[in-house]
């Protein structure tokens, strides 16, 4: 069982940069595949980037390619998104995920969730 909690969700303006961070614990991260998905209000959940269990391979949605930036520690069991050029239409809940696949990028394939942090962009 993985335990994953998001945190560094804010209040931005356009523009502005933000560094989300996840946290697991329960389990070491090594094994898994980690992403981040979003979800806005009345929307389905997107994927946004993803990192394989060694971190050398990653992949990002279109929307973020060149802002977003998905990084992890497995020595501290951490996965963190740093995100710069932040527009409005990042407004959503920014989830994190482990997948007992060692790299994925479609919501089915991941087994643990965290709760979500809320990042907001005000234009």
């Known amino acids: 069982q993985v335990q994953l909690v998001e945190s560094g969700g804010a209040l931005v303006q356009a523009g502005g940069s933000l560094r989300l961070s996840c946290a697991a614990s329960?389990?070491?991260?090594?094994?898994?595949?980690m992403a981040w998905f979003r979800q806005a209000p009345g929307k389905e959940r997107d994927f946004v980037a993803a990192?394989?269990?060694?971190?050398?391979?990653?992949s990002y949605a279109d929307s973020v390619k060149g802002r977003f930036t998905v990084s992890r520690d497995n020595a501290k069991n951490t996965v963190t998104l740093q995100m710069i050029g932040l527009k409005s239409e990042d407004t959503a809940v920014y989830y994190c995920?482990?997948?007992?696949?060692?790299?994925?990028?479609?919501?089915?394939?991941?087994?643990?969730w965290g709760r979500g942090t809320q990042v907001t962009v005000s234009a």
């Open positions: 990192i394989s269990g060694d971190a050398g391979r990653s």
């Open positions: 995920a482990a997948s007992l696949l060692l790299f994925a990028t479609t919501p089915r394939a991941y087994n643990y």
């Open positions: 329960g389990r070491t991260l090594s094994g898994y595949g």
